[in-house]
């Protein structure tokens, strides 16, 4: 049974399923389908979250208040995420119309690879330093009052974060969906500087200008 969204199964155990389905094809064909090794690499860090957490849940001698919240807040985030990533996957002109339909995913409308401009302004970003090796982001518009709205028009479907610790040449890459993303450090990076900068994306994931690069120390 579909959602509002139209694809996106209501039942845990099914959603569980399905979001399963499209990862193993991706995988599969992610050298055919030329697809992003980030955020796939994403896709699975997530999808096995929930998955523990869903097993816990339906554990009758494990199951509380505390592993429900827990699931419910890990299908949350999986599910933004793949709001997101499953507009990519519809976009992608090396993906057969075949196999956006064996995943599960919504037949493509005639337009679905027609062209979505790339945001044109890079937001501000903003960083929140804990103390238990944790470094909070926030993306905001240069006006700071209204980023919801800014995010509402069809253009724009989140934030992509690049960071990279003192020392380390790669900058690793994650997509949010939503205005604020938590990194969390290991205790060997505390002290270390790690350097930070954002770009909105379009629904195909294509990025706009990045912020000015932004340098917190890991507590």
Same mark, same amino acid.
């Given at each position: 049974?579909?959602?509002?969204?139209?694809?996106?199964?209501? !039942?845990?155990?099914?959603?569980?399923?399905?979001?399963?389905?499209?990862?193993?094809?991706?995988?599969?064909?992610?050298?055919?389908?030329?697809?992003?090794?980030?955020?796939?690499?994403?896709?699975? %860090?997530?999808? %096995?979250?929930?998955?523990?957490?869903? !097993?816990?849940? =339906?554990?009758?001698?494990?199951?509380?208040?505390?592993?429900?919240?827990?699931?419910?807040?890990?299908?949350?985030?999986?599910?933004?995420?793949?709001?997101?990533?499953?507009?990519?996957?519809?976009?992608?002109?090396?993906?057969?119309?075949?196999?956006? =339909?064996?995943?599960?995913?919504?037949?493509?409308?005639?337009?679905?690879?027609?062209?979505?401009?790339?945001?044109?302004?890079?937001?501000?970003?903003?960083?929140?330093?804990?103390?238990?090796?944790?470094?909070?982001?926030?993306?905001?518009?240069?006006?700071?009052?209204?980023?919801?709205?800014?995010?509402?028009?069809?253009?724009?479907?989140?934030?992509?974060?690049?960071?990279?610790?003192?020392?380390?040449?790669?900058? %690793?890459?994650?997509?949010?969906?939503?205005?604020?993303?938590?990194?969390?450090?290991?205790?060997?990076?505390?002290?270390?500087? =790690?350097?930070?900068?954002?770009?909105? =994306?379009?629904?195909?994931? !294509?990025?706009?200008?990045?912020?000015?690069?932004?340098?917190?120390?890991?507590?």
């Amino acid at each position: 049974m579909a959602n509002s969204n139209g694809y996106m199964p209501r !039942q845990d155990a099914e959603f569980i399923s399905w979001s399963k389905t499209i990862y193993r094809d991706c995988t599969e064909n992610a050298a055919v389908w030329n697809l992003d090794m980030t955020l796939l690499g994403q896709f699975g %860090e997530l999808l %096995e979250d929930a998955e523990a957490k869903y !097993q816990d849940n =339906v554990d009758k001698e494990l199951k509380n208040r505390a592993t429900t919240k827990a699931k419910d807040g890990a299908f949350a985030t999986l599910k933004r995420f793949l709001k997101a990533y499953v507009n990519l996957l519809e976009g992608n002109t090396e993906i057969p119309d075949e196999s956006i =339909v064996s995943m599960g995913l919504r037949p493509r409308h005639p337009h679905a690879h027609e062209p979505i401009p790339a945001p044109t302004e890079a937001p501000v970003l903003t960083a929140i330093v804990g103390q238990h090796h944790d470094i909070t982001l926030y993306a905001s518009t240069l006006q700071h009052g209204r980023p919801t709205k800014f995010l509402t028009d069809g253009k724009y479907a989140g934030f992509m974060l690049k960071y990279r610790i003192d020392g380390e040449a790669q900058w %690793e890459s994650l997509i949010s969906t939503k205005l604020h993303y938590t990194l969390i450090f290991t205790d060997e990076d505390e002290g270390k500087h =790690v350097f930070l900068k954002a770009a909105w =994306v379009n629904p195909r994931m !294509q990025n706009g200008p990045w912020s000015e690069e932004v340098k917190e120390l890991v507590n």
